[in-house]
């Protein structure tokens, strides 16, 4: 297998270097290449007897219609930025046509690009992080890096990191909604330091910690205790990477939600990433019938929905919930997961096995299972994938901030329903030992109010101004597999407090429904830490030394 059958001359071989790792074994990998040829060229792979580098060469190197040589800035240092992408754009069609040969929407996976999305807010980066399959989401932090800095504005003067919605600027809204923000941000300032001095005092340095390693630790801590301070109009900077039908669906979806900022990043997106993956993406163009078909259907769904939603549940009352509540599990998960492991190791039919399961004593189907998970030594040690048969559905009610963290799980369903002020907030009880509870108790009211006299005119432009620390809800569905490790890993003792509570909770419902599973998510930490990342930041210390 190591060795190609291709044979190429010595000209061949200088070519091609330029292009794969290898040109003689039969492992390689594809380099110096635009995403749009490397989609062409594997969609033409797929369905030819030829070797790829073969490919390359005869259908896209040695073939003028391809403009190959007018797109490789690195091949030919005097083909500016601007003419490169001008060969691509003259170029497409070319490509177009192979890919419309295959007929194949999978074909849009085979290219993909990284998109930098800079000054969108908070509240946008959730619209993103909800296309889960075939994307990358990555977020700045707000537990390492401030958001007090200001930033010079449209009107060039200094403003805070906080997105300019345009609606409520145009509306009798602007001073209230400008008046918000602003007061969530200053409060923010003004807490950073003495939450800070607060947890010093609480938790003195140990001789055995480096001071560096507090430092970081305290600083981090702080950050979390203040961040629900940030209202979801937060600006932040993510960067995403997709493959082309990732980006597709994630333009068309960004183009039909009743959000101006939304819609706007779906048509900068679609611009950017039609420079370098033009082929992918171009039926997200807004007059494209494929994306007209796409928006009516998406909207006539949501107006149907809607419809019905105000004719049934419009006139009830939402109860008051616990944070986490297990809502449904699979009542046959232990007769499941066992068919499920023995299946692969057995030619008989799954119902077969599960015949047999259930016909098992009670004790062997629980010595099975108590063997593997004493298998696990660590949370590293990952279930197989029979895991995956038994399933929870969870609703949780937790801060903006903690569904911010948990989102980004994507091996799971989950939906949330719209940002609001109704279900309370969280107080982080540093807030109230350091004697800051009635400025910060003050502030979340200006907030409320603010958000109710918003959403009379603008609901959805009205979530701009609610602080991290109100409570929304979601519902997770999400197999056992997962589940243990979201739970084991959000309660590390370096997570947020907030999220580390959610995920024992889960745990916690889990072993009440069934206490034989539970025992496989034997790494989740039920303990509280004070400083949950001094540990992690001493090993740093320590490696670096």
Known sequence: MSTSNEVFTPEEQVILSSYVTNTDR?????????????????????????????????????????????MQTGSNPSN??????????????????????????????????????????????????DARIGGSPLEKSTRYVTFAEKITGLSGNEEFRFYQEPTLLNSVHRDLYLETCRNLFETYVRFTEPLRTHVRKQLPRDQEISQAAYDRSVRARGFDIIRGLLPSA??????????????????????????????????????EL????????????????????????????????????????????????????LVDFDPEAETKLLSALLYSHSGLTLQQIRDRVCALPDSEKTR???????LRNHRRHKPERGFEMPFYTFDILGDYGMYRDLQRHRMLTQERQQLTTRFGYDTPYEIEDAG??????????????????????????????????YNIRWY?????????????????????TGYRRIAQEMFRKVEAAQPLLAKYMKFVDLNEYSLGRLSAEQRQEDKQA
Do not use: C
């Not at 937060?234 to 039909?256: A, C, D, Q, S, Y």
């Open 26 to 70: 039969s492992v390689f990998v594809l380099t110096n290449l635009p995403e749009v040829i490397k989609g062409a060229l594997f969609s033409r792979y797929s369905r030819s007897t030829l070797g790829l580098r073969t490919l390359l060469l005869r259908d896209f190197i040695q073939k003028k219609e391809s403009r190959f040589s007018d």
């Open 80 to 129: 500016s930025a601007k003419e490169t992408e001008l060969a691509i754009e003259s170029a497409q069609n070319f490509y177009d046509r192979i890919l419309d040969g295959y007929g194949d929407d999978s074909i849009g996976e085979l290219g993909g690009a990284h998109l930098a999305l800079e000054n969108i807010s908070i509240l946008a980066t959730k619209t993103v992080e």
């Open 234 to 271: 937060t600006l932040t900077n993510m960067g995403v990477f997709g493959n082309g039908r990732f980006f597709e669906t994630l333009i068309m979806k960004l183009r039909t939600e009743p959000f101006g900022e939304l819609n706007e990043i779906g048509q900068f997106a679609f611009e």
């Open 274 to 325: 039609a420079k370098v993956i033009p082929s992918f993406v171009r039926r997200a163009e807004a007059g494209h019938r494929h994306f007209q078909d796409f928006q009516n259907f998406s909207l006539a769904q949501k107006k149907l929905i809607s419809k019905f939603n105000s004719k049934y549940l419009g006139q009830l009352k939402a109860d008051s919930a616990e944070a986490v509540r």
């Open 368 to 374: 099975l299972i108590e063997e593997t998970v004493a």
């Open 436 to 469: 800051l509870g009635a400025e910060y108790h003050e502030t979340m009211a200006r907030s409320a109010e603010a958000f109710e006299t918003i959403a009379k005119d603008f609901p959805y432009e009205a979530q701009y101004v609610v602080p991290m620390s």
């Open 476 to 496: 997770v569905h999400i197999n056992l597999r997962a589940l243990i490790w979201l739970t084991e890993i959000r309660s590390t003792p370096q997570g947020h």
